[in-house]
Structure formats: C-alpha cells, structure tokens
C-alpha cells in the first residue's frame, strides 16, 4: 500500500505523537502547502491511514516518496524514497522485530552480515532503536565510508507507540506491533557501493545502464 504524497499536518505529524514543537514541524524541515497541508516527511504516514481502515492481524510495506527541506549533497535530497513496514497483533514483540530485520540484511545483503540494535528516541515507537550494519566496504574494521565506525546506519525502528494505536482508533493495550523504516536509495547506494545520492536522479544513462537487471 501506499499513502499520498501531499498529506495532511495531522498524519505527519500529529497522529504520530510529535509534540507541537518538535523541531521537523518547522518549515525549515518540511515543506508546506498551508497552515494544515505538507508534503510528507516520511512514509509513516500511512501507519495511521491503514489502521484507521482495517483491524488487526496486519504485515503492511509501504514504499513511496517523501520530501525534506534539505540541501542536497552526497548523502541527502530533499525528495527520495523511503519504505516502511509495519506488523500489527495481539502478541508482538520487540524479538519479533529483531527477528524480521535479521532476515531482511542476511537476504539482501548475504548471509553473515553482522547487525546492532542501538536505543534511539522517535515520537512513534517506544522502545525506539537505530540498526546498523558492519561496514561493507571493509568488513568492520573501519575505514573512510563508515567514518572510521565499522558500522552503517540502515533504518530506524522500535514497537508503536500506544498514541499511535490510539489515533487510529484501537482499544488501549489490545494490541503490539513493531515498525521499521530505510531509505530505499539509501539501502540501494550500501548495496551497489554508490558514492553519491544525486547520481540516482539525474538520468544519465551511462550509470543507470550498469543496473540493468539488478536486483
């Protein structure tokens, strides 16, 4: 499934328990059409939207586009895609999570590919955690690409928050669930060794040839 590009400040926003202040409300970050439209800063979104429709047991992956008032460079756009995925039940948990990341890196990226959970804070999930990956330039040792590190961002995750369950209109504590979100081109670049973001974007064929029939 897929939510809409153009959305509305209450399901960026405010459905996904960002305080009014928060610093993405601001349109330094987010560009608006008015006091009560934006264009989405993320796919998530589509969390609320979907609940909102269909009750639980749900596995739903939305990809689409989203938009951020940002400089373009290297490694940022303001307009790229995103993917998110979600697993609503009545027993959901944080292994659960952990589980399905586990199994998408090793089928992506190959099997042995070592992951970390890391605490996070995002106004949607609680607990929140940050995934990382070792380095696949070299191997987690560290080296210029992971800025000495050994590890690679990958998404952001954690288990929805009970506002969220609430905005959509769900019993309190009757139900779990688990979220994730990646930046396609982000996942794209890590796989394929892409240096820039904006080679993605600007149709020269003689790069867009190389992946032809990749997957």
């Not at 939305?62 to 027993?91: K, L, M």
């Not at 890196?105 to 995002?122: D, T």
């Not at 800025?147 to 998404?155: F, H, N």
């Not at 959509?168 to 994730?180: E, K, Q």
Request: glycine share 8%; with cysteine.
């Amino acid at each position: 499934e897929a939510g809409p590009d153009v959305e509305l400040d209450y399901y960026n926003f405010t459905a996904l328990n960002f305080p009014d202040d928060h610093p993405s409300r601001d349109s330094q970050d987010t560009f608006y059409i008015d006091d009560r439209i934006c264009l989405r800063t993320q796919t998530s979104p589509a969390q609320v939207r979907i609940m909102e429709r269909r009750q639980p047991p749900l596995a739903v992956v939305v990809p689409g586009r989203v938009y951020r008032n940002e400089a373009a460079d290297a490694s940022h756009a303001s307009e790229f895609y995103q993917i998110e995925g979600f697993c609503v039940d009545r027993a959901v948990s944080l292994a659960d999570l952990k589980t399905t990341v586990h199994q998408f890196v090793h089928a992506f990226f190959g099997p042995g590919r070592e992951i970390r959970f890391r605490p996070h804070f995002f106004p949607f999930t609680e607990p929140s955690v940050e995934v990382d990956m070792a380095c696949a330039a070299c191997g987690g040792a560290g080296c210029s690409v992971c800025g000495r590190t050994g590890w690679l961002e990958i998404m952001g995750a954690g288990m929805i928050h009970p506002h969220v369950f609430a905005a959509a209109g769900y019993p309190a504590d009757a139900y779990t669930g688990y979220a994730f979100g990646m930046g396609i081109d982000r996942i794209a670049m890590l796989r394929h060794g892409i240096p820039d973001i904006r080679l993605l974007y600007e149709n020269d064929l003689r790069f867009l040839a190389q992946f032809r029939g990749a997957t």
